[in-house]
C-alpha cells in the first residue's frame, strides 16, 4: 500500500480549486501560493499527532490574505483579531486550539497573496463562525447558513485532514489515504432506497402535504429528510465516541433479523417518528403559506411563524434523534425501523460465528456492476462481523457500523451478495460536498 502525505493533499487541492464549480458558480476564494499551502497542510499535519490532556488535537483553520472574511452570502464573518499575531507552528497550533471549539469557530491564519512568492503565515486571530454548519453536516439541521467563503482546513484527528473550498469538501487525507466521496451522501444510500421507501410509505398517511407544491417535490423532501434524520442519529453515535452499530430494517422485515433484543421498546407512540412527523408537516405548512403568500401579497406574519415553528421542530426533532444515538452505547446493536421507531436496543446477534460470510468491498460509487472484490470478514472485528453476518441473513435491512475512531461501514444486500463500503460518508444529503 502507498500512503499519501500532506504534499499530496496540496496538489490535489491546486488540482481542484479553481475547476470546481459551486452550486452557484461563485468565484473561488484566493488560495495560498502553492508554497505556502503546502507549508500549512505539513504544520497542520505535524499538530494533529499532538495530544491535549489525552485526547487528539481537533482545530479548523481559515486561511486568507486579509482579516476581513466575507461568508458566502452576506456580510463578514465576526473576528476576535490578536493584537500580535503568532507564527504558525505545530507547538503554536497546540498552544491555541483547546480555546477555540472546532464546530463553531477558527483560528484565523493570514496568508500572502495568491500570486506571491512569499511562504509567511501567521495566525492573526479567531473567527466566530457560527455551529450552523457542523450541525447541518452531522444531520442535526437540515438547512445551514452560508459557509466562510475561504480555504478551511478542518483537522479531525491524527493525519485526519479535510479541506474545504467555503461549504464545499474539496480533498480529505485520512490513515495515510487520500479519500475521495460522493458529492451528495444521499447517492452512498441509494442502493437502500426500497428500504427508505418503506419508511416513507408507513409514514405518508401522518404527514399533510402542500397542495400548490408538486407532489414529486414533496416526496423528495420527504426522502430526504428520512435518510437525514438516520444519519443524525449514525453521526450522534460517532460524536460520542463510543461505538456501536444501527441496524436499519423495512417496516414488517423485522422478524427476519436475527437478534436478541435485551431492551425492547413499547410498540406505541415512537418520539423520533413523531417528531419528524412534526417537522415534515411544519415544512410543508410553510411551504405552502410562501406560495399563498408570493400569489397574494398576504399572510407575511403567518409565514414569519411558520418559519419559527419550523425551526423548532427542526432542532425537538434533533434532540429526539441524539437520544436513539445514545442508546447505542449499550453493548449490542441499536435496531431502528425505516420509519425511524426504535425497535429496541442492546440486541445479540445470534448466528452461528464458524459459518463463513462472503463480503464484497465497494470501492466506487455503490450502484455500478463491477466485480467488487472478495474480503476475509474475519480480519475485522467482532462488531463488524456479527453485523456482516446480520444483513446477510435478513431480508430488507442495512446496517451502519461505526468504530471508536469515528469510521462509519455501511452494509447491505444487492443481488443476494452481502456489500459493505467503509468510510462512507454520513453528511447532511441536503448539503453538497459536505
Request: net charge negative; glycine share 6%.
Amino acid at each position: 500500500m502507498s500512503y499519501a502525505f500532506p504534499a499530496d493533499l496540496a496538489e490535489q487541492v491546486l488540482a481542484r480549486w479553481h475547476t470546481f464549480v459551486a452550486r452557484h458558480d461563485q468565484p473561488a476564494p484566493p488560495l495560498p501560493p502553492p508554497a505556502c499551502l503546502r507549508l500549512i497542510l505539513d504544520t497542520a499535519f505535524f499538530a494533529s499527532f499532538s495530544r491535549e490532556e489525552r485526547r487528539d488535537l481537533r482545530f479548523v483553520l481559515c486561511c486568507a490574505p486579509t482579516t476581513v472574511i466575507p461568508r458566502e452570502g452576506e456580510g463578514a464573518v465576526p473576528v476576535m483579531r490578536f493584537e500580535s499575531p503568532r507564527p504558525l507552528t505545530p507547538e503554536t497550533l497546540r498552544s491555541l486550539a483547546p480555546a477555540v471549539n472546532p464546530t463553531s469557530a477558527a483560528l484565523l491564519v493570514r496568508v500572502p497573496e495568491e500570486d506571491s512568492t512569499s511562504i509567511a503565515c501567521e495566525i492573526a486571530g479567531v473567527l466566530n463562525v457560527g455551529s450552523h454548519l457542523a450541525r447541518a453536516r452531522s444531520g442535526r439541521a437540515f438547512y445551514h447558513r452560508p459557509s466562510v467563503h475561504a480555504l478551511l482546513v478542518d483537522v479531525r484527528g491524527a493525519g485526519d485532514i479535510h479541506i474545504y473550498r467555503g461549504g464545499i469538501k474539496l480533498a480529505m487525507l485520512e490513515s495515510g489515504r487520500l479519500q475521495d466521496q460522493l458529492a451528495y451522501s444521499g447517492l452512498e444510500f441509494l442502493p437502500i432506497s426500497d428500504i427508505l421507501a418503506a419508511g416513507t410509505d408507513a409514514l405518508r398517511p401522518r404527514i399533510q402535504r402542500p397542495i400548490p407544491e408538486p407532489s414529486r417535490e414533496s416526496a423528495d423532501f420527504e426522502w430526504t429528510a428520512l435518510l437525514n434524520t438516520i444519519l443524525c442519529i449514525v453521526n450522534g453515535v460517532k460524536e460520542h465516541e463510543h461505538g456501536g452499530t444501527v441496524l436499519l430494517v423495512a417496516p414488517g422485515a423485522e422478524t427476519t433479523l436475527p437478534v436478541r433484543t435485551k431492551f425492547g421498546v413499547d410498540d406505541g407512540p415512537c418520539m423520533v417518528t413523531d417528531r419528524f412527523i412534526d417537522f415534515v408537516n411544519a415544512r410543508h405548512r410553510l411551504t405552502e403559506a410562501r406560495a399563498t403568500y408570493a400569489a397574494t401579497g398576504g399572510g407575511r406574519e403567518g409565514v414569519s411563524h411558520l418559519k419559527n415553528a419550523t425551526f423548532v421542530a427542526e432542532e425537538e426533532l434533533a434532540d429526539a434523534a441524539d437520544l436513539a444515538a445514545r442508546l447505542s452505547a449499550v453493548d449490542g446493536a441499536l435496531v431502528l425501523r425505516s420509519d425511524l421507531s426504535v425497535i429496541g436496543f442492546g440486541a445479540e446477534i445470534v448466528l452461528d460465528t464458524t459459518q463463513r460470510v462472503d463480503a464484497f468491498e465497494v470501492t466506487g460509487h455503490p450502484l455500478r456492476s463491477q466485480d467488487w472484490p472478495v474480503i476475509d470478514s474475519e480480519r475485522f472485528g467482532m462488531r463488524h462481523r456479527s453485523a456482516v453476518r446480520c444483513i446477510a441473513s435478513a431480508e430488507a435491512a442495512a446496517a451502519f457500523v461505526v468504530s471508536q475512531d469515528g469510521t462509519v461501514t455501511f452494509m447491505w444486500k444487492q443481488d443476494g451478495r452481502l456489500l459493505l463500503k467503509r468510510h462512507v460518508n454520513t453528511a447532511n444529503p441536503n448539503m453538497v460536498g459536505a
